[in-house]
């Protein structure tokens, strides 16, 4: 099966531009999954039943499919066909950082220009971050080609990867941080004098019979006229350069509503210092002061949108911050220290006390304590030992140790971590469907509607009609600026994804975010899950007669000749109480009842309790015992020592310590619990019992949990599935919510949309927490987006001017239409704060280990 990879330059080569114009006709694809010649059949006979394509000719050898087009199919339909017949066209992926985006209009229109570029199966564009996720189908579409649609779009982009992208990246947004500040500075000198001198006049008469008495009214039109001009044509000119152009699209955009508000006022303005011979009697007035202070509070409004979006990357930042800046490699027998980027793998890495851990590796030498809080979200240091791996980012408390490097550069843990939320945040939730569909519409709208405002005042508005027109189309053009419909779900999206990653949660799918929140039951594997996945010792029972440590130190030496995970567990407990274990000989495995051997000329023999009947012994002395464990859902197992009876002894896999709580929480939630395992029945439900789960599938084969998760679907129920083993791959993909345990395989990782790094259920209920508080905030912002612009366009209209004689000056339209953006900027860095169900480790030792029986899955 093909995957998706970000396009490097050494991958399949695209065609550039002119190529691909020179051979318009042609198309070249890349096929995955065939092995043989009538695959090659198949796949030509599925693309030839395609009505645009004339002639295909597919290649094994290069597995890609050369095919003549009469006109260019739709790159869906090119994917469905191939795949009915079995097989895959491979697409790849490409991130694009995108300049001079300013509402969610910018957003649909990047979208629909990408969307245009023939191959081009995906494009999804995020205002917050600034970037557009291109997924296309391999061999057709090149970087230059997409750039150049964006550009044709009104808008600059880049491919990052090109000029270090994340740095490139960040200088960008400081240089518009410098040009923003820049042009209010300059804005705000010129618009003070205007805003003072002629507000002033109106609130202090003495003030006004002074300027008229001074400068005149004329000459006084004129410096407002050289002081708006300044700040029209200086700051205010980037408003001319995008929304002009977008215009012309027939794409109007913000800065095409700010360009028609603030040019309506200035040019009016204009007319009445200049010819206001021309303007009906009575209307000479100008309104400089209003475009230069709605140029002025816009930029300041963008200021402070731009400083909320950098803080909405925080968590990336703080990511990225973990890494080392160099390494001490040992090469030709000496240590030499090295930029992060030239370590490679293979290389022997030393670290010293106090230092950070550069990449991943297995220790070769020495010993240390790490701080692994980054990975696991345990504050205890974690004791690293030769033959140990180590993860790149955690920070050395203690010893000197050396390691060799397994994953360098892109591949390792950190780097997956950092890409897995850059790519959740760059993501697009289903609510976003709905808000880029009705944006889409928006500013069209609200031209129409300031057209048709200008026209009624203009008709039946009092004396001076043509003022109140001008005044109050202006205000429409102003109040309605989309911005915060634009930013309500990327900037809750990014801080929240963020949040989790500090959290240890990390969503690899952003649709997570969203599907998450509406989940009513969570389905739980067992082994590994639920519980620490090893067997362990959790109870040795003597008989009277018998010494505890003997008969453990005995029965080890029995088991160390087993290889079965009940053995392997007798002997780990014996070796950790300290035990030497004597050599046992003639051991005999009997299938069915247990083993037997001689220790030190005793005869050893360990089972069941029909292997002890056999035996002729008789096991009701422990029955009171043996009852105890069934209840807990443990089955025992029995020793014998020289034909005596010894011991009753369970070996079980513990629950781990957070599990218990973790269920109360997801209960407390809301939520329904069931747990998934290959346990017999009665064992299952008394592990049930114990922690309080709501139903059990029990005896399920390692194939049968896809069946069993449709099953607790039924009825229309939303579940998610948590698990960690190879096993769970295809139910974690079969649940509405998949979510990893993350010290589980690499295959149940990858199968998953949400990855709980912890390696406990404590972040189960973080997780569902976390999306439901996401949700609600999205929802608050869209609130705030839309009502408030539902609720002013008519104040701004002038609808509460006949009953009330309320009219809203375009000054106040710019500074409210600032703060509904800033608002839902500020909400949506309220998730920064999210504080989780359970609190996190001060919680794991709330609860007393349990232990169950470990023979199922």
């Given at each position: 099966?093909?995957s998706?990879n ?5 991958d399949v080569?695209t ?6 114009s ?5 198309l070249s694809?890349?096929?995955a999954g065939?092995?043989?010649?009538s695959c090659v059949?198949?796949v030509?006979?599925a693309l030839?039943?395609?009505p645009?394509i004339?002639t295909?000719?597919v290649n ?8 003549t087009v009469?006109?260019m ?8 066909a191939?795949?009915k017949?079995g097989y895959e ?5 490409l991130?694009?950082?995108?300049e001079?985006?300013s509402?969610?209009?910018?957003v649909?229109?990047?979208e ?5 570029v023939?191959?081009?199966?995906e494009a999804?564009v995020n205002?917050?971050t600034e ?5 296309y189908?391999a ?10 649609a964006?550009?044709s ?6 491919r ?9 990246q960040?200088r960008a947004?400081e240089?518009?941080l410098?040009?923003l500040?820049?042009g ?5 000198a010129?618009?003070?004098p205007i ?5 002033g006049?109106?609130v202090w008469g003495?003030l006004?019979?002074?300027?008229m008495g001074?400068?005149?009214q004329q ?6 006229f050289?002081?708006?001009s300044?700040v029209?044509?200086?700051?205010g000119?980037?408003?001319?350069r ?7 699209r ?5 800065n095409s509503?700010v360009?028609l508000?603030?040019?309506a006022?200035?040019?009016?303005s204009l ?7 021309v303007l009906?009697?009575?209307t000479v007035?100008v309104?400089y002061?209003?475009s230069a202070m709605i140029v002025?509070?816009i930029l300041?409004g963008?200021?402070?949108e ?5 803080r909405?990357?925080?968590?990336i930042?703080r ?9 001490r490699v040992i ?14 793998a293979?290389?022997?890495?030393q ?5 950070k851990v ?18 696991s979200g345990e504050?205890v240091?974690?004791r690293?030992?030769?033959g140990?791996?180590v993860?790149?980012?955690t ?10 490097a397994?994953?360098v550069?892109?591949d390792t843990?950190l780097a997956?971590?950092?890409?897995m939320?850059e790519a959740a945040?760059g993501?697009?939730?289903p609510?976003q469907t709905?808000?880029?569909?009705v944006t889409?519409?928006?500013?069209p709208a609200?031209?129409?509607v300031?057209?048709?405002t200008?026209?009624?005042?203009l008709i ?5 009609a ?10 429409v053009?102003i109040i309605?600026c989309p911005c915060?419909?634009?930013l ?6 990014m801080?929240?994804t963020g ?5 240890g949660?990390?969503f690899?799918k952003g649709?997570?975010?969203?599907s998450?929140?509406?989940v009513d039951?969570?389905?739980l594997d067992k082994?590994?899950t639920?519980?620490?996945g ?5 109870d ?6 018998f010494?505890?440590d003997?008969v453990l130190?005995?029965v080890?030496?029995?088991e ?6 009940v053995a392997?567990a007798?002997v ?8 030497t274990l004597s050599r046992?000989?003639?051991?005999e495995?009997?299938?069915g009842?247990?083993?037997?051997a ?22 009701a002395?422990?029955a009171?015992?043996a009852?105890r464990?069934?209840?807990e859902?443990?089955t025992?197992?029995?020793?014998a020592i020289d034909g005596?009876?010894?011991?009753i002894?369970?070996?079980a896999d513990?629950i781990k310590?957070t599990?218990?709580g973790?269920?109360?929480t997801?209960?407390?939630?809301g939520?329904r619990?069931?747990?998934?395992t290959?346990?017999?029945?009665r ?7 114990r ?6 599938i029990a005896?399920?084969?390692?194939d049968?949990k896809?069946?069993?998760i449709k ?6 129920r939303k579940?998610a599935?948590v698990?960690d083993g190879i096993n769970d791959a295809?139910a974690?993909?079969?649940?509405d919510?998949g979510?990893a345990?993350?010290?589980g395989?690499d295959v149940?990782i990858?199968s ?7 390696g406990?259920?404590?972040?189960v209920p ?5 999306s439901q ?6 929802k608050?912002n ?12 008519p104040v701004a209209a002038?609808a509460?001017y006949?009953?009330?004689g309320?009219l ?11 703060l509904s953006?800033l608002?839902?900027?500020g909400?949506a860095l ?19 280990p349990?232990?169950?029986e470990?023979m199922?899955n």
């Amino acid at each position: 099966m093909a995957s998706v990879n970000t396009l490097h330059d050494n991958d399949v080569k695209t065609p550039t531009s002119s190529e691909a114009s020179s051979r318009s006709g042609q198309l070249s694809l890349a096929i995955a999954g065939m092995n043989c010649a009538s695959c090659v059949g198949r796949v030509e006979k599925a693309l030839q039943g395609l009505p645009q394509i004339e002639t295909a000719s597919v290649n094994l050898a290069t597995e890609r499919a050369d095919i003549t087009v009469s006109s260019m199919p739709e790159p869906a339909v090119l994917k469905e066909a191939v795949a009915k017949a079995g097989y895959e066209v491979i697409t790849e992926s490409l991130e694009l950082t995108i300049e001079g985006m300013s509402c969610a209009s910018c957003v649909g229109r990047i979208e629909k220009a990408l969307d245009g570029v023939p191959g081009v199966v995906e494009a999804q564009v995020n205002l917050a971050t600034e970037k557009a996720q291109v997924r296309y189908l391999a061999g057709l579409v090149d970087a230059a080609t997409l750039e150049d649609a964006v550009r044709s779009a009104g808008y600059e982009a880049r491919r990052i990867g090109d000029d270090a992208g994340g740095d490139r990246q960040a200088r960008a947004r400081e240089e518009e941080l410098a040009s923003l500040k820049r042009g209010i500075l300059l804005a705000a000198a010129a618009t003070l004098p205007i805003f003072v001198l002629e507000m002033g006049s109106h609130v202090w008469g003495g003030l006004h019979e002074w300027l008229m008495g001074s400068l005149g009214q004329q000459n006084l039109f004129y410096l407002f006229f050289v002081l708006a001009s300044l700040v029209q044509f200086g700051p205010g000119l980037r408003f001319y350069r995008k929304g002009w152009p977008a215009l012309m699209r027939g794409g109007p955009d913000m800065n095409s509503l700010v360009m028609l508000g603030t040019s309506a006022a200035y040019g009016y303005s204009l007319v009445a210092t200049f010819l206001p011979s021309v303007l009906p009697e009575g209307t000479v007035n100008v309104y400089y002061e209003a475009s230069a202070m709605i140029v002025t509070l816009i930029l300041i409004g963008r200021y402070m949108e731009a400083l909320s979006k950098g803080r909405t990357s925080e968590a990336i930042k703080r990511l990225m911050s973990l890494q080392a800046k160099t390494a001490r490699v040992i090469r030709g027998g000496e240590t030499i220290e090295v930029a992060l980027d030239e370590v490679r793998a293979g290389d022997i890495v030393q670290v010293r006390p106090g230092e950070k851990v550069p990449v991943d590796g297995e220790v070769t030498e020495g010993a240390s304590y790490l701080d692994e809080s980054m990975i696991s979200g345990e504050p205890v240091p974690v004791r690293k030992t030769e033959g140990m791996e180590v993860v790149g980012g955690t920070l050395n408390k203690t010893g000197s140790f050396a390691f060799r490097a397994t994953k360098v550069g892109g591949d390792t843990m950190l780097a997956q971590i950092i890409r897995m939320v850059e790519a959740a945040q760059g993501s697009k939730l289903p609510i976003q469907t709905l808000v880029d569909r009705v944006t889409g519409y928006f500013v069209p709208a609200v031209l129409a509607v300031a057209a048709l405002t200008f026209g009624i005042w203009l008709i039946f508005g009092p004396a001076p009609a043509l003022t109140f027109a001008l005044i109050n189309a202006v205000a429409v053009l102003i109040i309605a600026c989309p911005c915060a419909m634009g930013l309500a779900t990327p900037t809750s999206i990014m801080v929240a994804t963020g949040r989790a990653a500090e959290l240890g949660v990390l969503f690899r799918k952003g649709e997570a975010l969203q599907s998450l929140r509406g989940v009513d039951t969570i389905a739980l594997d067992k082994t590994g899950t639920l519980t620490k996945g090893r067997p362990e010792l959790t109870d040795l029972v003597v008989a009277e007669g018998f010494e505890r440590d003997d008969v453990l130190a005995t029965v080890a030496a029995v088991e160390a000749h087993s290889e079965h995970p009940v053995a392997e567990a007798i002997v780990a407990a014996a070796r950790a109480s300290g035990s030497t274990l004597s050599r046992a000989s003639d051991f005999e495995a009997t299938p069915g009842y247990g083993v037997s051997a001689k220790v030190d000329s005793r005869v050893v023999e360990i089972g069941a309790d029909r292997f002890m009947t056999r035996l002729g012994l008789d096991v009701a002395s422990f029955a009171d015992t043996a009852s105890r464990l069934a209840d807990e859902g443990k089955t025992p197992l029995y020793a014998a020592i020289d034909g005596r009876l010894a011991a009753i002894i369970a070996v079980a896999d513990p629950i781990k310590e957070t599990t218990p709580g973790a269920i109360i929480t997801l209960h407390k939630l809301g939520l329904r619990v069931a747990m998934i395992t290959g346990d017999n029945r009665r064992t299952a439900e008394a592990i049930a019992r114990r922690l309080g789960i709501d139903e059990v599938i029990a005896e399920v084969l390692p194939d049968g949990k896809v069946d069993a998760i449709k099953r607790l679907r039924e009825g229309g129920r939303k579940l998610a599935f948590v698990g960690d083993g190879i096993n769970d791959a295809p139910a974690l993909a079969e649940a509405d919510v998949g979510l990893a345990i993350g010290t589980g395989t690499d295959v149940a990782i990858e199968s998953a949309d949400v990855v709980l790094m912890s390696g406990d259920l404590r972040n189960v209920p973080n997780a569902i927490g976390l999306s439901q508080a996401t949700i609600a905030n999205i929802k608050q912002n869209l609130f705030w987006a839309f009502a408030y612009n539902a609720a002013l366009i008519p104040v701004a209209a002038g609808a509460l001017y006949p009953a009330y004689g309320i009219l809203l000056s375009p000054i106040f339209a710019a500074a409210a239409m600032a703060l509904s953006s800033l608002f839902v900027l500020g909400n949506a860095l309220r998730l920064h704060r999210f504080t989780p169900p359970m609190g996190g480790d001060e919680d794991a030792g709330r609860n007393e280990p349990v232990a169950l029986e470990a023979m199922g899955n």
